[in-house]
């Protein structure tokens, strides 16, 4: 299933002749990424000219596969606003991913989060639904292998020079027991203390009973979306020891 541009693709088709690969080769190239994560996709060298000349914008994972199969090609990442598929769905896999760096593990689950607001906010089921209605198993084997095989982080500690530049990314709008503002009138990066993370668990076993006693079943009415979206992201962005991040990575989870 696609969705038409306004007009031809000229930038996937520009990036599909510096790599060298033919419509058909693109076609192949994607099916095949998608057998490799569990689907079954059945595009030909049609589709692919549909996308170039007509701006259709497949659905679901096929945008990230496209980029995938040309970044294979060319030797480097190529991202979606290069290819004009920057307004594709997010991946099915957001969330599958095991990054290795404590940094990005807490960009990429505060970013899953968000996009379940939004997602919500659409009038969808969030992010959740939409890894539901893709579900393989088989996309779980990279990120379990690599659970299994990293080693465990020597030190969670967030400092306040990265967490400042976290909340200027995101607005600013984090509220925390330590929290300020300088004589300049700039907030100060959140400084997280053992305080918060026993607010957190709290707020995370309301969200559970709520859901217990009145139906959390449906992720859509689920309190526990909004508890690490409100709750636990503006911690998880702010700046902790490593004690206090060891605490509060266990209590989001």
């Not at 419509?23 to 095949?32: E, H, Q």
């Not at 914008?57 to 030797?75: D, N, S």
């Not at 990265?162 to 984090?174: C, K, N, T």
Request: glycine share 14%; proline share 6%.
């Amino acid at each position: 299933m696609s969705r038409e541009l306004r007009g031809p693709n000229e930038k996937l088709g520009t990036v599909l002749a510096l790599a060298g690969i033919s419509n058909a080769g693109l076609a192949r190239r994607v099916n095949d990424l998608g057998a490799q994560r569990g689907l079954t996709l059945r595009y030909d060298k049609t589709s692919v000219a549909r996308w170039v000349s007509k701006g259709m914008v497949p659905q679901g994972a096929a945008p990230h596969l496209i980029a995938a199969a040309i970044g294979a090609k060319l030797g480097r990442p190529v991202p979606l606003h290069e290819i004009g598929l920057a307004d594709a769905d997010p991946a099915p896999e957001v969330g599958l991913a095991f990054p290795r760096d404590v940094g990005e593990a807490v960009r990429a689950a505060t970013e899953l989060y968000r996009l379940d607001l939004a997602g919500r906010r659409a009038g969808g089921g969030g992010i959740w639904q939409s890894l539901a209605g893709s579900f393989a198993v088989s996309a779980y084997a990279t990120p379990a292998s690599r659970w299994l095989i990293t080693p465990a982080d020597s030190s969670v500690a967030r400092e306040p020079a990265v967490a400042e530049a976290a909340q200027g990314a995101h607005g600013g709008s984090s509220q925390g027991s330590g929290q300020g503002s300088d004589p300049s009138g700039e907030v100060s990066p959140l400084r997280v203390g053992h305080s918060d993370v026993a607010k957190l668990r709290e707020a995370a076993s309301d969200a559970r009973r709520w859901d217990s006693k009145y139906g959390g079943g449906d992720w859509r009415s689920s309190m526990v979306p909004e508890c690490l979206r409100v709750d636990a992201a503006p911690l998880l962005l702010g700046a902790y020891s490593d004690e206090v991040g060891r605490g509060l990575f266990g209590a989001t989870a």
